[in-house]
C-alpha cells in the first residue's frame, strides 16, 4: 500500500523558506511523476509542482515559479519543495502525491489520479 508522509511545515514571516520532505513507502516509486498540491482554507486543491523520476522534466504552477524548486532523491524516495520569497497567499495545507499512472507527465498530474499524502500547514504570516 503506498504512503506519502509529508514534513517540514510551520510558520514562517514573509519573505522567509521552508523546505517540505515527503518520504513514499510502498512500491517502487523511481518511474512515477511526484508533486505537490496545496488547498487553502475554503479553496479547491490547487496543483503547485511536479517533476519526472529523473527530475528531466518539472512543471511549476504560475504563481510559484521562480520562488518554489522540486527536486526528488529516489534512492530515499523522498521528494522536496523548497519554497523562499513566501507570501501570506502561499498560506495552506501543502500535499505531496504520486502518479498512480506510469507515464503521467508533471503538466498532466494535475487531472489525472494521485495517491496522496496527509498534508503538512504552511502558514505565512505578514
Known amino acids: 500500500q503506498v504512503q506519502l508522509v509529508e514534513s517540514g511545515g510551520g510558520l514562517v514571516q514573509a519573505g522567509g523558506s521552508l523546505r517540505l520532505s515527503c518520504a513514499a513507502s510502498?512500491?517502487?516509486?523511481?518511474?512515477?511523476?511526484m508533486g505537490w498540491f496545496r488547498q487553502a482554507p475554503g479553496k479547491e486543491r490547487d496543483f503547485v509542482a511536479a517533476t519526472t523520476w529523473s527530475g528531466g522534466s518539472t512543471s511549476y504552477a504560475d504563481s510559484v515559479k521562480a520562488r518554489f524548486t522540486i527536486s526528488r532523491d529516489n534512492a530515499k524516495n523522498t521528494v522536496y519543495l523548497q519554497m523562499n520569497s513566501l507570501k501570506p497567499e502561499d498560506t495552506a495545507v501543502y500535499y505531496c502525491?504520486?502518479?498512480?499512472?506510469?507515464?503521467?507527465?508533471?503538466?498532466?498530474?494535475?487531472?489525472?489520479?494521485?495517491?496522496w499524502g496527509q498534508g503538512t500547514q504552511v502558514t505565512v504570516s505578514s
Open positions: 510502498g512500491r517502487t516509486f523511481n518511474t512515477y511523476t
Open positions: 502525491a504520486v502518479a498512480s499512472l506510469p507515464g503521467t507527465t508533471p503538466q498532466a498530474m494535475a487531472r489525472m489520479p494521485n495517491y
